[in-house]
Each structure stands twice: as structure tokens, then as C-alpha cells.
């Protein structure tokens, strides 16, 4: 297993970092008050699922435990059923509940044969198809389903107001290109805007490193997704153009050959025809030079 960061984000907050945070590394975390821990996401094999929950159950194997999922894509969400298993419960907007307990999804045709483990989706999902707080003892955290399509059609993000942390999912990448296969390029702009509101000061974002308000990891990514919309406002784009001047542009961001989903999505969007799903995937992996190899 590669090498995993666990930082400490407040007296109550911890993050669970997977760099470089590429394909299926994503970040996850906890928050611990005196009576529940949360764990906010999971990770996509049963080896390092079991490690994030032994991590966060280690100074305090008592308190009952919880998982938020931030939306329904394996990385996140594959270790859900592990959670349930070690006899917590699992919470995620209805959308995304619903895809989960349809999974695993793992995409062999994409990512060749992996060894995810036992991944098998968890028997009941808690919905959370509304704002709601929740009391940890002597601490609070807010779940926010975003009130649109972005990254995915279920996105959700937790909030720690004392701590001022936000765990923003996939609405936020960090040094890593975004993807939305199963987004919305517009809505996701409408999220991030969103996201600002919250006024917090510590973001952990879905993949690679924690970034803060004050840095420009999120105005560099609303700059990404409205560059996409613009360069795709033409009838018919030339796509491989359009890549290579993405990685020039945005050359330090892991998994560039997400770019071809991306235009793809945008020009969908722009032209209001129906996303190709399947065409965009080839032309990913057609970027990617085949099937893109996972290291887990």
C-alpha cells in the first residue's frame, strides 16, 4: 500500500491524505467529539478502508462511529460496507445512496483488474437529502448536500464551523485535474461559489494537498472549468488541440488525460446534445495511451 499522510487539522479534525492523490487516492478524514465519530468518506479497497477506520477508532474504539460519503464515485465510497460492518452507519445524499448500493463500480474496461478486496456496498444508507447538523458531543458539524449537479449528480460536503474546515469532496481537486464524466461544468461553477459562502479558512479537498482560503487552488480550478466552457462554444472544437494546450496551461496537475472527458462534457453542455459517456471514456483512455494503470 502507498504511503499514507495523516495530519492533524484541529483538536477535534484529522485529515487522511493519499498522495499524490491521482486515480482512486483520494482524501478522506474524521471528526471525534465526546460521544460520535465521523468519518467523512471511505477509500476504494478493503485494505486501506480497514486502515483509515482503525486509524480513526485508535484513541477512542468506544464512540459510535458514522461515515458521510461526499458523493458516490468508488474512491470515496467502496469502504462504506466496512464501515457498516464494524457497526457504524453510513450517510450520503439519496442520489448518491442509490448508486452506492447499486456498486462496486470499478471499471475494469478502464482500469484493467485491481485488487479492490471485499467491497460489497453496505445493506442500508442513511439519506441526508437536506441540511442537518449533527451533535458529536461538545462539537457540531453540518452536512450540505450541494443544491446541484457538479462533480456528480450527489455531492455533499461537511462542514466544522468551530475548526473552520470544510470537506469539500470532489468539488475540489488539488494539483490534480478534476474530472466530470457524471458532472455538470456549469453547475460545478455554481458550487464553488457556493462553496466560498461556507467562510471557511482550511479546505480539504478530494484529491491531493489541503489548501486554505487564502490560496488559489479553488480560483485556479473556476478558472479551469470556465476556460472549458469558453474554448468549447465553437460548433466543432478541435479536441487533441484543445488538450495539449490544457496541460500546457495547467502543466503540474496530476491525470492531464481527464482533459479529454472534460472538453467533451463542456461541449455538451454548450451545444445542448447528449453527452456521449462511452465515446468520452475511449477518448480518455486514447489520452491516456490504454488502460490506466492503478497503484493500490
Known amino acids: ?33 465526546t460521544e460520535r465519530l465521523v468519518l467523512v468518506d471511505t477509500c476504494a479497497t478493503a485494505q486501506r478502508s480497514r486502515h483509515l477506520i482503525e486509524q480513526a477508532r485508535s484513541t477512542d474504539r468506544d464512540l459510535p462511529l458514522s461515515a458521510v460519503l461526499t458523493h458516490a464515485h468508488g474512491d470515496h465510497a467502496n469502504g462504506a460496507g466496512h464501515v457498516e460492518r464494524a457497526g457504524g452507519t453510513v450517510h450520503a445524499t439519496p442520489t448518491a445512496a442509490e448508486e452506492v448500493r447499486g456498486g462496486p463500480h470499478t471499471h475494469p474496461e478502464i482500469f484493467g483488474q485491481v485488487p479492490w478486496g471485499e467491497i460489497s456496498p453496505p445493506e442500508r444508507i442513511t439519506p441526508v437529502p437536506e441540511p442537518a447538523e449533527v451533535d458529536l458531543g461538545r462539537t457540531r458539524i453540518e452536512l450540505h448536500p450541494v443544491p446541484n449537479r457538479a462533480h456528480t449528480g450527489g455531492d455533499l ?12 469532496g470532489d468539488l475540489l481537486f488539488s494539483g490534480v485535474t478534476p474530472l466530470a464524466l457524471h458532472g455538470s461544468i456549469a453547475g460545478w461553477l455554481d458550487a464553488l461559489d457556493w462553496v466560498k459562502s461556507f467562510g471557511a479558512s482550511t479546505f480539504v479537498p478530494g484529491h491531493g494537498p489541503i489548501t486554505t482560503a487564502t490560496e488559489a487552488v479553488l480560483d485556479r480550478q473556476v478558472a479551469y ?35 479529454a472527458v472534460n472538453l467533451r462534457r463542456a461541449h455538451a453542455e454548450n451545444h445542448g446534445h447528449e453527452f456521449d459517456l ?7 483512455l486514447s489520452a491516456a495511451g490504454g488502460r490506466i494503470q492503478l497503484d493500490l
Request: charged share 20%; proline share 7%.
Open 1 to 33: 500500500m502507498s504511503s499514507v499522510e495523516i495530519r492533524s487539522l484541529g483538536p477535534r479534525t484529522t485529515a487522511y491524505l493519499q498522495p499524490p492523490g491521482g486515480w482512486f487516492l483520494n482524501n478522506a478524514g474524521w471528526i471525534g467529539g
Open 225 to 259: 472549468l470556465r476556460w472549458l466552457l469558453d474554448v468549447t462554444a465553437i460548433a466543432e472544437p478541435e479536441y487533441d488541440t484543445l488538450q495539449q494546450r490544457a496541460r500546457q496551461h495547467w502543466p503540474e496537475w496530476h491525470d492531464a488525460e481527464r482533459h
Open 278 to 284: 462511452a465515446e468520452a471514456a475511449l477518448a480518455m
Open 157 to 168: 460536503v461537511v462542514h466544522h464551523p468551530a475548526e473552520g474546515m470544510l470537506f469539500t
